[in-house]
């Protein structure tokens, strides 16, 4: 595979060299690129991040973007230094030697228009694993296909796609953004919102891509931010061609880059497919990744954008902050949620080994409905429920497995 990265590299040197037209590289070919050995993992302020930068300039340039970094580059840089406690995130620091740095990479579509659409999506993932790692056994290069080569893709999927449209949506200016620092916490993202390379006043909107390469079998797409804007929910609806079984967010704010442009008084939409077993682990790699359900969403959103095309500045509303209203709790089932669910209680979508649920015997899909006398509706119950017990203690779990309920004992 790294003979085939070099290669591919090498053959995008030499047709921009020809200043021939670059044959057309599909989102498969981008992830695989990005989810290599290659680039050890993206992590933040590493060799390996420098490459996929170096990768993503180089597809930049061969769609047609031009620069938007600093000094008339692609990149914008920022320092910070990590938290050593796991509960605090890394902070902003002048550069010196005990700083890390990290790239965004900034890219643009001028049509000289009055205001400019940000699309974005972090291309920096966990390295090696470590803090923030799911994985138990020891050092592996978490390659993150689906978190988030998968969002870069269909971003550079939608700048391609602009790019051949034109003029049709020349309303807007675009400005493609892949940040770095994400799993840090959104550093790259907010960064650039409190150093922008253009006027942030006059961007009408942010789209972010997070997580969009395991499309399931019912085609549920989760959108956030849809109450940020009063035109984003018929916008949505007007453009879903595909049949796609949208689970709307209203909020603005979550743990992805949209969430600094929203804290900036911007509309934003943020799509996501929905956690899985591979999350923040060595397995989440390339050959896993639906790329046609990635193309069913490079169309939907490319649908969206067209339809604001000639919207001009969006009206901006605030939106419930989910985020402040979630309890404190000590303990925890192990079990990874499945946002995607709409249903009545918290369906689990995944099991860390050797935590409580799965010496509990729980189950993929399992639903759960109760935990001790706390009855489970949604998320927000389930977490409510959690801030019950303390470590130690002993419950009785009640959940729904293919179409019975079963109760189980489980100690936290």
Known sequence: MRSFIILFLSSILLISCKEE??????????????????????????????????????????????????????????????????HKEAEFASKSDSATTGTNVIGYINNE???????????????????GSLYREGKAIHNGADDNASGVAVMLKLADSLIASAPLNNENNYLFIAFSGEEEGLLGSNYF??????DTKKVSYMINMDMVGRLNEEKTLAVHGVGTSPVFKQTLFANNDANLNIVEHESGVGPSDHTSF?????????????????YHKPGDDAEKLNYEGMQQISKYIFSIISDLNDNGQLAFTKTKNESEVVPDFKVTLGVVPDYL???????????????????????K??????MGEHEV???????????????GQTTTVTVERDGKLIETEVTF
């Open 193 to 198: 919102v409190k150093n922008p390379t253009i």
């Open 365 to 370: 899909g399992d639903v759960v409905k109760k």
């Open 113 to 131: 228009a009055e205001t400019t659409v940000v699309i974005g999506a972090h291309y920096d993932h966990l390295g090696m694993g470590g803090e």
């Open 377 to 391: 509706t949604d998320m927000m119950s389930y977490m409510k429920s959690l801030s019950k017990f303390e470590k």
């Open 341 to 363: 669910f709409d249903g009545e209680g918290m369906r689990i979508d995944g099991i860390s080994e050797d935590r409580p649920a799965q010496k509990a015997g729980l189950q």
């Open 262 to 278: 929203y804290l900036a008084d911007i509309p934003v939409l943020h799509f996501f497919t929905g956690q899985h077993e591979d």
């Open 21 to 86: 037209k670059p044959k057309a590289v599909s989102m498969k070919e981008d992830v695989t690129i990005l989810a290599d050995d290659t680039f050890n993992g993206r992590k933040t302020g590493t060799e390996g991040e420098q490459k996929a930068a170096e990768y993503i300039i180089k597809r930049f340039k061969a769609i047609g973007l031009s620069p938007k970094g600093y000094k008339g580059n692609y990149t914008q840089t920022f320092s910070f230094r990590g938290s050593k406690d796991p």
